[in-house]
């Protein structure tokens, strides 16, 4: 299993625990918003195991609340397409097969009015799946 965090010390503490339930485990430090991170994962995921047979994209949303009426064109930059789906979904393609599994909130399919850039970003998901 390969594990994608953005925090160094929650994949660490993540492969321990996969480690010592007897699985096996890798970590990589990856902040998916940069398609260079992204594709180093991919190439080392690749590397050890010739190809990716799933990918779970389950990303969360760590910005900070943001009403409509103060959201800016930074806020709304934000629910723009993450590029894991396209580089290591290529890998899936490539092999002839494999699984994509999207993971997002409710708020994706009923909406959010107080925080619509999270509803947005989340709708994005549901309607890539």
Do not use: C
Not at 72 to 88: G, I
């Amino acid at each position: 299993m390969e594990i994608a965090e953005i925090d160094e010390e929650r994949a660490r503490r993540t492969v321990d625990s996969i480690r010592r339930s007897g699985g096996e485990a890798h970590g990589h430090v990856v902040d998916v918003r940069l398609a260079e991170d992204v594709a180093r994962l991919r190439d080392e995921v690749v590397g050890r195991h010739g190809g990716i047979d799933v990918l779970v994209n389950n990303v969360g949303d760590y910005r900070p609340l943001v009403r409509f009426e103060r959201s800016d064109a930074e806020s709304w930059q934000a629910v723009r397409h993450q590029p894991a789906s396209p580089v290591l979904g290529r890998s899936l393609i490539d092999r002839g097969g494999g699984s994509i599994v999207n993971i997002h909130s409710v708020e994706g399919t009923r909406g959010f009015p107080g925080e619509p850039v999270y509803a947005a970003m989340k709708a994005g998901a549901s309607h890539f799946t």
